[in-house]
């Protein structure tokens, strides 16, 4: 019996993100603070995003842990507070007096948006 393998790889197709040379660069790339202090660290990226997410991680390695899942605008937790700016494509973690525990490396991940041929159909979307 012959499979229908033309119908299955479409579907597959479709599903397929484009996107060519996201850039994300977070700043600073390490940042030493006083107990008490407060902090910015920021997350800039070359194409549209869905969302962004921050994640923490303790030291000496670890699993992840995720602090903020953000599509847009601001979310606040604690002394933590996350900003995600979708027109200036950046987003900020802010924390507020912190503390010895907050001792970590933090990341921020992104979505980009899908774009499939042809591109011009939208001005996000960037494909080789």
Excluded at 25 to 52: D, K, W
Excluded at 76 to 105: F, M, P, V, W
């Amino acid at each position: 019996m012959r499979k229908p393998w033309g119908a299955l790889l479409g579907l597959l197709w479709v599903q397929v993100c484009w996107v060519r040379g996201m850039e994300v660069e977070q700043r600073p790339p390490a940042l030493s603070v006083q107990e008490g202090a407060s902090s910015t660290l920021s997350c800039n990226f070359s194409s549209a995003v869905n969302n962004v997410q921050w994640f923490r991680q303790n030291p000496g390695g670890g699993g992840l842990t995720r602090l903020f899942y953000i599509a847009s605008g601001k979310k606040q937790d604690g002394r933590l507070a996350c900003t995600l700016n979708t027109k200036d494509r950046h987003s900020s973690l802010h924390i507020r007096a912190s503390r010895q525990e907050d001792a970590a490396t933090y990341l921020c991940a992104v979505e980009a948006q899908c774009c499939l041929p042809p591109c011009s159909l939208s001005p996000n979307c960037s494909w080789a």
